[in-house]
């Protein structure tokens, strides 16, 4: 027959993936051990396999992807997964997103981010110590060997059906959507990317050295890893805002801590890796960050992959896998600290600092995150503990995140102008404080107009205002404490040439002032409203009028959806015609509500539509949402924040061709 | 006296330490409101919670007994198929939600009628709660789609 050549070639992409990918494994395992002894006896030969074989690793890994991909679009269902998650009638995106958002292809992309950030350090981390980059390498190498071997032996993605059906049975509908095509990637270059801080930690403890180099080459990984967090956990916050119906953003779940524990921790590495490369301090502490970090996005891939904690994320998974990863995190995280616990007395700090100076403001820094994230933990993992220990079913709700964790938050929001702008060293507290006593009248001034004019509500919303007032202007008076003086010439040329990292710290401290002021306004002042409405019928929800002209039905290329048509009015004003809907999607038997936001700088307004109700008339919520988009307004800003900083030249020359511009080095 | 490398790491230190003290006492003070405990319909027969005691129920939506009132009112009763109990909430149901099917309600027991004040989605027609399986399991009803 003339139609089976492609099918013959779909079948010899799909096992010359599956082959790469078992080659990957041999060669993951040969650059774990070679690069390794290479670097404890000085073998340079040793040494120098790590590079090709992280090059090799990577290549293959990408192999193995590029054909799950090409089957997921060819739409081979021959392949288990295919079949399970996938459709001929999905759009091309979809088909594309399908390849991870199922388990297997999942990690598949895991390991594929795990090998690039391997290939990445050896391709432009020339300026490392030999040494040591052999030896990182290997660290990165020996998690690929653990989670290749997971893939292969627990989730392999290149299962085949005996018998392959005609169609396949679709991806989860609620998957369909480009906030969560994106979501995955982004979230897995920030956990994974944290393994190159891990692997940088564990092999200087290894070596017993940690140096203000070390800390200049952590700085970059820990930078990128923290930018494309920030921008995966944003994003998956926006997911579930407008796509999930109820109209949240946060909702302190497992599978959402999993994610916020390691951005905490690798927040807090981020600042203390600038003390030891500056000041050459804090440099055993910093190593247990990075440990740590790595640690915490394990534990994350526990929590997800596993299904232990009840979560309203939870989509169906498998607890035999959970043992393996368990397995996998006690190996690294433990081994890691046991080393870390063997080698750490031997990294004396040599720079002293001042009680009031930057060094002590980052670690209070440092102390207000890490116990942040420890509040967290112990509410994710403690429905386990009181399972095991009492066998007591519970859940932990928002109500104990609120209390606990907002405390540390507000702290940590105080602090940080002051911190920002003490010189290092050596400090005094009235005359860096001096420049700030402006700010903080402005802040407490907003923040008090917004008690009064809200009248006897909670304190939430004024002094989430107050601090967010105060973070972002904070943070421009840095940048003018740092233009210095003079004309406004000669001011302006100055702030031209600060470095684009005191630029990305100045804006991803702004970025944190929005987000803060989007999440307490959006949380204090929000209004909720749930009412059966007939046709032609409109009601008022804060300061708005909305009326239900119609509600009919419309198909899609993949579903068949209820649809309501809303106008919005303020003072006889249409501001908005909104369009909710209810879908169902035959193939996978599973029905979304789609709800409709029309999305302004200040408020958002926020429409659901339920179903027919038996008196006539359809159930319809509506929320007035204030500052939302500020939340993800205030993360992008931090995320560019974060990429501003990395395109330093500082960064740039640490990472690359550190002999070769080195005369560069002494004029930033 | 001491040096001052010594002294600062003394400071860090005690700072940590202040730290973790007031968040182990905040963890215990939010704990209190924070935990809600889950129910089987059989638990909350057997041993009915006070009317203040918000607590998570879970199990089946038991077949014929939804009915839809005014203004998006909804009742219904949950089943772990030892014991059932009626249900009352107000809102927009969830999209997964439906007779046969396992969600899990917050609220209270006021008269012998739970209170939801929200019910769990899910985001997988194939996932069941795990509290909600393992109530099934120990009346005996639940059946693995699988085997």
């Known amino acids: 027959m003339e139609s089976t050549k492609p099918l013959i070639i779909a079948a010899m992409f799909v096992e010359l993936g599956h082959f790469a990918l078992i080659l990957a494994f041999a060669v993951a395992m040969v650059q774990a051990t070679v690069p390794l002894v290479g670097a404890q006896r000085g073998w340079r030969a040793w040494m120098a396999v790590a590079e090709p074989a992280a090059t090799a690793q990577f290549l293959l890994i990408l192999a193995a992807f590029a054909a799950l991909t090409h089957a997921f679009v060819g739409s081979d269902f021959s392949l288990r997964l295919v079949t399970l998650n996938s459709h001929t009638d999905k759009p091309l995106l979809y088909k594309f997103s399908g390849v991870w958002g199922n388990h297997e292809g999942s990690m598949l992309l895991w390991v594929l981010i795990l090998s690039l950030f391997g290939a990445c350090a050896a391709w432009f981390g020339k300026g490392l110590p030999t040494a040591l980059r052999a030896r990182a390498l290997a660290v990165q190498s020996a998690i690929a060997v653990a989670f290749i071997g997971f893939i292969l032996f627990t989730s392999n993605p290149f299962l085949r059906l005996e018998l392959p059906p005609l169609n396949g049975q679709d991806l989860n509908p609620l998957l369909q959507d480009p906030g969560l095509a994106l979501h995955p990637p982004f979230l897995y270059l920030g956990y994974v990317g944290l393994s190159m801080t891990f692997s940088l930690a564990v092999a200087a403890l290894i070596e017993g050295r940690v140096s203000a180099a070390w800390g200049r080459w952590v700085r970059p990984w820990a930078l990128a890893a923290w930018m494309f967090l920030t921008i995966g956990i944003a994003l998956g916050s926006w997911w579930a805002y407008y796509e999930l119906g109820w109209g949240g953003f946060w909702f302190w779940d497992p599978v959402e801590n999993a994610s916020f524990m390691p951005w905490l921790i690798a927040t807090a590495l981020l600042h203390s890796a600038i003390v030891v490369e500056k000041r050459e301090a804090l440099k055993s502490w910093t190593v247990l960050l990075a440990i740590l970090a790595f640690g915490f996005s394990l534990i994350g891939t526990f929590i997800v992959r596993s299904g232990v904690l009840t979560s309203v994320h939870a989509f169906a998974s498998d607890p035999t896998r959970g043992v393996f990863i368990l397995a996998i995190l006690g190996v690294f995280t433990g081994g890691a600290l046991a080393l870390y616990a063997a080698r750490a007395g031997t990294m004396e700090a040599t720079g002293v600092f001042s009680t009031v100076s930057r060094e002590s403001a980052v670690v209070l820094n440092n102390v207000l995150l890490s116990v942040a994230c420890f509040v967290v933990f112990i509410g994710t993992v403690w429905p386990l503990v009181a399972e095991m220990l009492f066998d007591r079913k519970l859940s932990v709700g928002a109500p104990y995140f609120n209390a606990a964790f907002t405390p540390f938050m507000v702290a940590l929001a105080m602090v940080l102008p002051i911190g920002a702008i003490l010189p290092w060293k050596r400090a005094r507290l009235g005359r860096s404080i001096r420049r700030l006593w402006g700010i903080a009248a402005l802040a407490l001034a907003v923040g008090a107009l917004a008690w009064t004019v809200q009248t006897g509500r909670a304190a939430l919303g004024p002094v989430g205002l107050a601090l967010g007032v105060w973070l972002v202007f904070g943070a421009l008076a840095e940048l003018l404490v740092r233009a210095g003086r003079g004309s406004p010439g000669s001011r302006a040329r100055r702030l031209a040439m600060l470095p684009r990292a005191d630029w990305g710290k100045a804006l991803a401290h702004a970025g944190l002032g929005v987000a803060l002021l989007g999440i307490a306004g959006l949380m204090a002042w929000e209004v909720e409203d749930i009412r059966a409405v007939r046709l032609g019928e409109s009601y008022g929800v804060g300061g708005y009028t909305i009326t239900l002209n119609d509600v009919r039905s419309v198909p899609g290329p993949n579903y068949r959806a209820v649809q309501a048509d809303l106008s919005v009015t303020r003072n006889g004003r249409t501001l908005a015609r909104l369009r909710p809907e209810k879908r169902v999607y035959p193939v996978a038997g599973m029905p979304t509500t789609e709800a409709a936001i029309d999305s302004g700088s200040f408020r958002d307004v926020y429409v659901v539509i339920g179903d027919a109700q038996i008196g006539g008339g359809w159930a319809i919520r509506t929320h007035v949402k204030p500052f939302a988009n500020w939340i993800w307004t205030g993360a992008a800003i931090m995320a560019l924040g974060g990429g501003l900083s990395l395109t330093d030249r500082r960064h740039r020359v640490a990472g690359g061709a550190r002999g070769a511009s080195s005369g560069a080095v002494g004029t930033t | ?147």
């Open chain 2, 1 to 147: 006296m001491m040096g001052l490398r010594k002294r600062r790491r003394v400071q860090v230190v005690a700072i940590a330490a202040v730290a973790l003290a007031l968040a182990t006492g905040l963890i215990g003070y939010a704990m209190r409101d924070g935990i809600n405990f889950f129910r089987s319909p059989t638990q909350v027969i057997d041993g009915p919670p006070p009317p203040d005691e918000i607590f998570r129920l879970g199990g089946l939506v038991e077949e014929g007994s939804l009915a839809r009132g005014q203004g998006g009112a909804v009742t219904f009763s949950v089943t772990d198929g030892g014991a059932s109990v009626g249900v009352s909430f107000t809102g927009v149901l969830p999209d997964l939600f439906g007779e046969g099917q396992g969600m899990i309600a917050i609220g209270s027991l006021v008269d012998g009628t739970f209170r939801a004040t929200e019910i769990l989605a899910r985001h997988d027609e194939t996932y069941m709660p795990r509290e909600v399986l393992d109530a099934l399991k120990e009346q005996g009803v639940y059946r693995d789609p699988e085997g």
